[in-house]
C-alpha cells in the first residue's frame, strides 16, 4: 500500500532509524526503507511527530519527505494522532510495541562502571596476554573495574565459538584473573558462520542457515568477508546457538556476551529465510536472544525497544564532523525516541577501525576528550583505545575527571533507568519531548538525561563557550550559578561539560 500523508501546521517529525538522528527532524529530499537498510544502527518501523502523530506498522516501509508531505509504502501501515505531542506519540507506540513483562534493567555495573573493549586497542589482534595486560593498566591508571568485552577474533572462526588455543592458551584462567580484579567479561559474537569448517557442515545438514530462493545455502558479504548466515528463524538454529553460549557460560564463567551483526543490509534480495519473514526479522530475534542474558550489549535490532537491552550506537569515526562526535547527541536522541531506551554512545574516540588506517589519519587529543566528556553524560560509557597511550598526562586527568562524575551520578542514572523501565520513556530525551511546542524541535546538540539533568556539551573543536537553551525551571550549573528559562553563552573550557540540575519549576 501506498500513503500521502499531508503535514499539520508546523509539524516535525522523527523516528525510524537510529544512526539518522543527524537528519531529525527530517526534511524534504529524506528517504529510508527499512526493508532492506537500517544504517548500521536500530531501527523500528515508526515515525513520530511533535504533534502527537504516528506513522506505523509492524512491518518495515518505506518513507520519503517532501515539502508539504510525506510518503510511505509498504503493508499494513496505519496513521493515528495520539494527543499533540511527541511525548504522547511516543507513548502511544510504547503502547502498541513494548513487549509485556520487560519492566526490568541492564546489571547496574553497565551503568557505573565505564565498560572496557578490546576493539580499537587490539583490533584483529587479541590475545590472552594482551587482554589481561589491558586489564591492570584499566586499574593502575586510575580506572575502575568494570563490564570488559573481548571482541573480534577470540573464537577459531565465525560460527564456531571456542577459543582460538593458540591466541588463548587458558581462558578459564583468564576469566577467573579478571572476575577476581572486578570485572565482569562479555564475549563478541555474531550470526554468520564460516563455510568451510565442521560448524558450517554441521549446520547446513541440520537445516539451520538461510538459504537462497534456489535451495542452496546463501553466503553473505559482510564487513569481515564472506560467510553463512545463521538462520535466526529457525527455533533449530537459536537453539543451537544458546547451547554453544551456555557452555562458555558454563565451562569458562562468561558473564554474557556482544551481539553484532544481524544487519538487513547483509542480506541479498534472494536470502529466505526459515518462516518466511523479511530480513529485518533477524535483527528482531538477535536482539530477543541477547535480552535472555543479564549481560548482553547489541548494535542492531528491529521493533526490539524496550528491552532489557544495552544498546550501542553504531561505529563512529574519529572526527568532529564527519559521521563522528558532531552524531553522538542526535544519534542518542534519536534511540530513545525508537524506544532503545538502554544506550551507550560508540567507544571513546571513535570505533571505526578503517578510519584510524586512513591515509593522512591525524589523532586529536582534544576530540577524545570531548567525546569522553559526552559518553560520561550517557546513561553508559565505554573505552576501547586506552587513554594512557594517546593522551598527555593533562588530558589523562580531565578523562578520569569525566569517569568520575558519571560514577557520581551512577545512582541518579539507575534509578532513572528503574523509572524508565516502569514508564517506557527513554532516558535521553530532546527538549522538545519534555518541553512540547516552545521552539526545540530543532534542538539536537543538547539533551536531557531523566528529567533533572540537562547537558549541553561542547562539540566544536577550538572552542571554549557556546549557546545554551534553558528550558522552563529554575536550573543550576555545578559552579552554583542559577539559570532560568532563556538562552545563555556558558563558558566550555576542555575542563568541563556544561551540565545543568534542575532545582525548582
Known amino acids: 500500500m501506498k500513503l500521502t500523508i499531508d503535514y499539520l501546521e508546523e509539524e516535525h517529525f522523527f523516528g525510524g532509524t537510529v544512526n539518522d538522528g543527524i537528519f531529525m527532524p527530517y526534511s524534504a529530499g529524506f528517504s529510508r526503507d527499512l526493508c532492506v537498510w537500517h544504517a548500521g544502527n536500530q531501527a523500528s518501523s515508526f515515525l513520530l511527530s511533535d504533534r502527537g502523530r504516528a506513522v506505523y506498522s509492524e512491518k518495515p516501509f518505506k518513507y520519503e519527505f517532501f515539502s508539504d508531505h510525506i510518503e510511505v509504502e509498504g503493508d499494513d501501515i496505519l496513521v493515528e494522532r495520539n494527543g499533540d505531542t511527541l511525548?504522547?506519540?511516543?507513548?502511544?507506540?510504547?503502547?502498541?510495541?513494548?513487549?509485556?513483562?520487560?519492566?526490568?534493567?541492564?546489571?547496574?555495573?553497565?551503568?557505573?562502571?565505564?565498560q572496557y573493549n578490546t576493539w580499537i586497542e587490539m583490533e584483529w589482534d587479541c590475545t590472552q596476554d594482551k587482554v589481561l595486560e589491558y586489564a591492570d593498566r584499566i586499574l593502575s591508571h586510575g580506572y575502575p573495574a568494570g563490564v570488559l568485552m573481548i571482541d573480534d577474533c577470540w573464537c577459531r572462526a565465525y560460527g564456531d565459538w571456542k577459543f582460538n588455543a593458540a591466541s588463548f592458551p587458558d581462558p578459564k584462567a583468564m576469566i577467573d584473573k579478571l572476575h577476581s580484579s572486578g570485572f565482569k567479561v562479555m564475549l563478541w559474537c555474531c550470526p554468520f558462520v564460516s563455510p568451510d569448517t565442521a560448524v558450517f557442515r554441521e549446520l547446513e545438514k541440520l537445516g539451520a542457515l538461510v538459504k537462497k530462493s534456489d535451495g542452496t545455502t546463501a553466503i553473505s558479504h559482510w564487513w569481515n568477508g564472506y560467510s553463512a548466515v545463521l538462520d535466526l528463524t529457525?527455533?533449530?538454529?537459536?537453539?543451537?546457538?544458546?547451547?554453544?553460549?551456555?557452555?562458555?557460560?558454563?565451562?569458562?564463567?562468561?558473564?554474557?556476551?556482544k551481539f553484532d551483526a544481524a544487519d538487513p543490509e547483509y542480506y541479498d534480495d534472494d536470502f529466505?529465510?526459515?518462516?518466511?519473514?523479511?530480513?529485518?526479522?533477524q535483527a528482531k530475534i538477535w536482539a530477543e536472544i541477547g535480552a535472555k542474558y543479564s549481560f548482553n550489549e547489541l548494535r542492531a535490532g528491529f521493533n526490539a525497544g524496550w528491552l532489557p537491552v544495552v544498546n550501542r550506537l553504531r561505529d563512529k569515526n574519529h572526527s568532529w564532523n564527519d559521521d563522528g562526535l558532531n552524531t553522538l547527541v542526535p544519534d542518542g536522541i534519536a534511540m530513545g525516541l525508537c524506544g532503545?531506551?538502554?544506550?551507550?554512545?560508540?567507544?571513546?574516540?571513535?570505533?571505526?577501525?578503517?578510519?584510524?588506517?586512513r591515509d593522512g589519519f591525524v589523532f586529536d587529543e582534544e576530540l577524545f576528550v570531548r567525546y569522553c566528556q559526552v559518553a560520561a553524560m550517557f546513561p553508559m560509557m565505554q573505552f576501547s583505545r586506552a587513554p594512557w597511550k594517546v593522551l598527555s598526562e593533562k588530558n589523562q586527568k580531565i578523562c578520569l575527571d569525566a569517569v568520575g562524575l558519571h560514577g557520581d551520578l551512577a545512582e541518579y542514572i539507575i534509578q532513572t533507568a528503574k523509572r524508565c523501565a516502569a514508564s517506557g520513556e527513554p532516558m535521553i530525551r530532546n527538549l522538545e519531548y519534555a518541553y512540547p511546542h516552545s521552539g526545540y524541535a530543532m534542538v539536537n546538540d543538547e539533551f536531557l538525561l531523566g528529567e533533572d539533568i540537562l547537558v549541553a556539551p561542547q562539540l566544536k573543536k577550538g572552542m571554549s563557550m557556546r549557546e545554551v537553551i534553558i528550558p522552563d525551571g529554575i536550573w543550576e550549573d555545578a559552579a552554583g550559578k542559577k539559570y532560568r528559562k532563556g538562552n545563555y553563552t556558558v563558558d566550555t573550557p576542555i575542563t568541563i561539560i556544561p551540565v545543568f540540575k534542575r532545582i525548582g519549576k
Not at 504522547?88 to 565505564?114: D, L, Q, R, W
Not at 529457525?234 to 556476551?257: C, R, V, Y
Not at 529466505?272 to 526479522?281: C, E, L, N, P, T
Open 272 to 281: 529466505v529465510f526459515f518462516d518466511g519473514s523479511d530480513r529485518s526479522m
Open 340 to 357: 532503545y531506551q538502554y544506550l551507550c554512545p560508540d567507544m571513546i574516540g571513535g570505533g571505526m577501525v578503517p578510519d584510524f588506517h
Open 234 to 257: 529457525n527455533p533449530a538454529a537459536t537453539a543451537w546457538f544458546e547451547k554453544q553460549a551456555s557452555a562458555l557460560m558454563d565451562d569458562f564463567g562468561i558473564d554474557g556476551f
Open 87 to 114: 511525548k504522547s506519540a511516543y507513548m502511544a507506540m510504547c503502547k502498541k510495541f513494548a513487549p509485556a513483562g520487560k519492566n526490568t534493567i541492564p546489571p547496574e555495573i553497565m551503568f557505573s562502571s565505564p
